[in-house]
């Protein structure tokens, strides 16, 4: 973690815009179970 810390990088204003534009996926599929793309725990 440290060394992600120390990463040094900007994010332009039209890489944001880009990124904004990414449609949301509404399911991963078969990976669904794993915890981390769930947006509640059952």
Do not use: C, W
Request: charged residues 35%; hydrophobic residues 35%.
């Amino acid at each position: 973690m440290r060394v992600n810390a120390q990463l040094d990088f900007d994010i332009k204003d039209d890489d944001m815009e880009s990124l904004k534009r990414i449609k949301r996926l509404s399911s991963y599929g078969e990976h669904s179970f794993f915890p981390v793309f769930r947006t509640q725990l059952r």
